[in-house]
Structure formats: C-alpha cells, structure tokens
C-alpha cells in the first residue's frame, strides 16, 4: 500500500516551507509530491535530475508532479510508477478541500496516513472570522489530524497561548503543534490519521524536540511491548517502531498522544527497534531507559 498525505492550509501558511523540508531531510523514503506549480516549491537545482513539464525527477529518488491534467489522473500515475512511490503527498491550493482529497486516500492501493494543516500564528484566528475565508479556513482547521501552528516567532507569548487557547476548543479533534519556519521532526508528522483522532497536544514554541531510541537483537512478546508503550509518560508526544515475537507475526508501534496501538504485521525483524520524540525540556530519557530495563530487561 501507498502511504498518502494531505498538508493544507491557506495561503501563506507555510505549506512550501514543509514540503521542501521533507525533500530535503526525510532519506531513505521515495516520496511522489503533487502540487500546483513548480515554481513555489523552489527546489534545490543540485536535487534535480532531469524535469519535464509537468513532472521533475530528484536525485534522491523522489518525484514531483504538477496538477495540471486533474488530480485523479496525477494519482493514478503515480501509483503504475515502476517502482511506485512509497509515499504520496498533496499540497492542496489554499482554498481547496482537504476533507476531500484525504477521501483519494481511501482507494485501492493507497492508504490515508494523515491530513497536516499549517495555520499562520499571526493571522489564522482574523482568517477564520473573515466573511469571505472563514468558510474555507474552519473547514480545512476541522478536518485535520495535526495543525501544524507556524510562524510562532511572530507573535507574543501571551497571542501566542491566546490562539493555542482557540485552536484547542474550536477545533478539538486535532493535535497541535507549534512550530517555526515549519520546522517540525518528521516523525511527528506520519502515521497518524485515526477514526479517532487522538486528543490535542499543544506545545511551547522556541523549544527543542529531542529524540530517544532502543534496540537490542533478541525478540519480546506482545505483552511486553503492551506493558512498555502503556507506561510511556505524556511527555512522549509520538512513538513508533518494530518488534519481532518470540513466536509469531512481526509486531508494528504507533504512539501518537494518548493513542497507543500495536498491530501484526508480516516481516523478519529479530528483535527491537523503539523510538519516541518529545520536547527536550519535558522528556526525561533517563526514565525511558529504566522502564526499558523494567520491561525489556537490558
């Protein structure tokens, strides 16, 4: 299955920013982006391998395609690509329906893996109440699974906790994150559409995020990774990784808030490979690797 994301968000917010971002800091991934014009998105020339008109092929396997011939005929290309991408992400106009295109996510051989959407700190309470945006600015902030909340450098602590404030009651259903120049860690940003979307967590701006990890080679239970993940303090913001069983299927971990699942899944993984990302001044490692020495025993 390929994954598929959707960032929206009006215009302004910061959806280039991201995007560029994610081309040129997630390795290993080989990301399909869809987007209206290739001039906003301003790619670095050294990425470029060869480009088209409606297509640009990137060294580090990634490719960008243009809207320009419809958006179901873009999708179905991308996924008879030889090889297929691993991963599909929209950049949706600033006024287009995110609650929509995330529906593309739901076809045969995709998988909806999120709707991101950026707000500018400065203007997205003024852009919600504008008699001609509003309409278009809630519809999108409501259907998200992360708000990305950007540009919080440019406003005062006290608007700063005042849009915080609003953005958590008006739109209950999402997380949300602050951030800077769209700098946000990817981890935070995959995995993590749900039926149920996990309850909201705002963070502090002009903080770090900091990121603890554990692997050892022998395989665990299932019990034992339940025991482990439903013992992680609230300071862990997104947890993910793999485990092989003693006996049995592979096991997949996804930590998003207060959303903890553990999922079979085929594969050979031998033993534990564990991550978890939070804000440097509220995770204690420390304590990670101790109730990792409780559960785990090493």
Not at 135 to 142: D, F, G, H, I, M
Not at 190 to 218: C, G, M, N, R
Request: with cysteine; charged share 20%; proline share 3%.
């Amino acid at each position: 299955m390929i994954r598929f994301t959707v960032i929206g968000g009006y215009l302004g917010a910061g959806k280039t920013t991201l995007l560029n971002r994610i081309l040129t800091k997630e390795k290993g991934v080989r990301y399909a982006l869809l987007i209206n014009d290739f001039g906003e998105i301003n790619i670095d020339a050294k990425l470029i391998e060869s480009q088209t008109d409606s297509q640009i092929n990137l060294t580090n396997g990634c490719v960008c395609c243009t809207l320009v011939d419809g958006f179901h005929e873009a999708i179905d290309q991308l996924c008879h690509l030889q090889p297929p991408p691993d991963h599909i992400i929209v950049e949706a106009s600033g006024v287009a329906d995110v609650s929509n295109l995330a529906q593309y996510g739901y076809a045969p051989n995709l998988a909806l893996d999120g709707v991101l959407v950026l707000a500018d700190a400065e203007t997205v309470q003024e852009k919600a109440n504008d008699k001609y945006v509003a309409t278009t600015v809630r519809r999108q902030l409501a259907a998200a699974d992360i708000i990305i909340l950007n540009k919080t450098d440019l406003v005062s602590e006290e608007t700063l906790g005042k849009r915080i404030d609003w953005l958590t009651t008006t739109f209950p259903g999402a997380t949300l994150i602050n951030a800077e120049f769209g700098e946000v860690p990817i981890d935070l940003l995959f995995d993590v559409h749900t039926a149920t979307k996990p309850d909201d967590l705002h963070h502090a701006d002009h903080e770090h995020y900091i990121t603890w990890k554990f692997e050892q080679s022998q395989p665990t239970t299932r019990e034992a990774l339940q025991s482990f993940i439903s013992q992680l303090p609230t300071s862990v913001i997104r947890a993910k990784g793999f485990a092989g069983q003693k006996c049995g299927s592979d096991l997949l971990v996804q930590v998003v808030g207060k959303r903890r699942e553990i999922h079979e899944v085929e594969g050979n993984q031998t033993g534990i490979l564990l991550t978890a990302i939070g804000l440097e001044s509220q995770l204690d490692c420390s304590h990670l690797d101790e109730l990792r020495e409780l559960v785990f025993g090493t």
